[in-house]
């Protein structure tokens, strides 16, 4: 019992940064952008966020945790926003091939958090010395007296609080791209840009809208990893390929955020299944880290058998490449 627990809480742990990251791409494919820029955005918001709380820390005898946790997440969120703004401006209004682009904002990401985060190590006296523990403890606060029930406490309530505003966004994106008018209007942008375009519906300003903020809430993903999931310190390449599961998980989730909670979930279970499996070859463990990858393939063949229109990501998705392929 004390095994499955343990699993099931890591798999929660595990899944919440992917959950954060196939959120923010489901806001930006429904405006007909594909955004495989989002591992990278998930970097620079993980390091800006850390950043800001070491500098923040650094330079006050008392840091007050609060106050650190509120800096560290405005800057989060405005460097994954300024991400967001890159893809923008150069696949909204310079037309540049998003695919491209993507992954050329992806490897800057990537360069970015590994060259700062490098840096700030040094200056912390060396690499792995970087600690903003007064910071990560609001992020890592317990829900008091939940948290303390038996099992269910542990497994429900033993969590900070952006593990459940991970999923209180997803829950609202739901709503708002179901039931809200700017929803509706995001989803027939994304469908058919020229039709919206010639109901009034100004799909300029939606797309950027939706993809900064789609790219903001990605980036909380890094940040989550950083202070929830290390507490508070920086590992060059520590996201592992979390961000591409993110992307996956869009696919799995059939470009629905409520689908995307539970498979957030799956694909975090799934992703350290290898290590409450005993016997394992170093051979064995890459191939069981390739099931969540495996799984979305199958998700999607069947998917696109069933070929319900509803199910499919926006029709003008990627449209700008194909036009420039012609």
């Avoid at 923040?56 to 991400?83: D, H």
């Avoid at 909670?261 to 069981?288: D, M, N, V």
């Avoid at 393939?297 to 069933?306: A, Q, T």
Wanted: hydrophobic letters at 50%; charged letters at 10%.
């Amino acid at each position: 019992m004390t095994l499955l627990l343990t699993f099931l809480q890591n798999a929660i742990s595990q899944g919440i940064s992917i959950l954060f990251g196939a959120s923010g791409e489901i806001v930006t494919e429904k405006s007909g952008n594909l955004n495989l820029g989002i591992p990278g955005i998930m970097y620079m918001g993980g390091i800006a966020g850390l950043m800001a709380a070491f500098f923040y820390e650094k330079s006050t005898n008392q840091p007050n945790a609060f106050i650190g946790l509120i800096i560290s997440l405005l800057v989060s969120l405005l460097a994954s926003a300024f991400g967001g703004l890159i893809y923008s401006v150069l696949t909204i209004t310079l037309r540049a091939n998003q695919n491209v682009v993507g992954l050329a904002l992806t490897t800057f990401g990537v360069g970015f958090g590994n060259f700062f985060g490098g840096s700030i190590s040094k200056l912390a006296g060396g690499v792995g010395q970087i600690s903003v523990k007064t910071t990560a403890s609001a992020y890592r606060a317990r829900i008091p007296g939940l948290s303390k029930i038996p099992v269910v406490g542990d497994l429900l309530f033993s969590y900070g609080f952006l593990t459940y505003l991970s999923i209180a966004i997803a829950v609202f994106l739901a709503f708002f791209l179901m039931k809200t008018r700017k929803g509706l209007n995001l989803r027939a942008i994304g469908e058919d840009p020229g039709a919206a375009d010639a109901a009034g519906i100004n799909v300029s300003r939606y797309k950027y809208t939706a993809t900064i903020s789609g790219a903001a809430i990605a980036g909380l993903g890094g940040l989550y990893f950083v202070m929830e999931y290390l507490g508070g310190t920086w590992n060059n390449n520590g996201f592992g390929d979390r961000g591409w599961l993110a992307i996956a998980l869009v696919i799995l989730a059939l470009w629905k955020p409520v689908n995307a909670i539970w498979g957030s979930f799956l694909f975090g279970g799934l992703y350290i299944l290898y290590i409450y499996l005993p016997g394992l070859t170093r051979a064995t463990q890459e191939l069981c880290k390739m099931i969540p990858y495996v799984v979305t393939i199958i998700v999607l063949i069947l998917s696109s058998k069933r070929n319900k229109h509803e199910n499919q990501p926006p029709a003008s998705l990627g449209e700008a490449y194909f036009r420039e392929e012609r």
